[in-house]
C-alpha cells in the first residue's frame, strides 16, 4: 500500500498548508510548473520520495533536473506523468499516442490549474490533474490530491482545497 500526494503549478508557492497536506503521504508526484530550484529542494525537505516532470514556465535548472515526461510503475500500477496532457477535454496528440503505446492505468498532468478526476473507458486510464497548489494563475482555490494505491487499485482519494 502507498499513499500519494500529487500536485502540480506551485509556482515557487510551498507553503506550511500544502507541507501539512503533503505530510502524510509516502510519495509525491509534481507534474511540472514547480517555479525554481529552491520550491523543488522545499517539496524534498518533506523526506519523501518525489517524481516529478518539469512544466512550461520552469527554468532551465529544472528541466536539467526533471524529465519533461515519467513513465513508472508503483504497486503494479503504471503511470504515466507530463505537465501539458489535457487540454479542452482533449489529449494533446502526443498524449494521446502515449496513453496508446504505453497502456497506463494512470495518466497524471497539470498545466490548466483546473482540478479534474475522471476515468476514460476509451483508453482504460484514470486521468488526474491535482489543478494549481500555488498562489499564480487564474484559479480562486489551490487545490492538490492525495490517494492510497492498494494492490494495485487506487482509493480514499482526498482533494485539497484552500482559498487563495
Sequence with gaps: MLKVGIISDTHGCFDQPLRRFLAEVDEIW????IGNL???????????????????IDDHNLRLTYPEWRCFEREGVKILMTHIGFYGGRYTREVYGRIRSLRPAIFVCGHSHILRVGYDKQLGVLNINPGAAGNNGFHRVRTAVRFVLDGG????LEVWELER
Excluded: W
Design 30 to 33: 509534481c507534474a511540472g510548473d
Design 153 to 156: 487499485t487506487p482509493r480514499d
Design 38 to 56: 529552491a520550491t523543488a529542494e522545499q517539496i524534498a525537505s518533506l523526506g519523501k520520495p518525489v517524481v516529478a516532470v518539469y512544466g512550461n
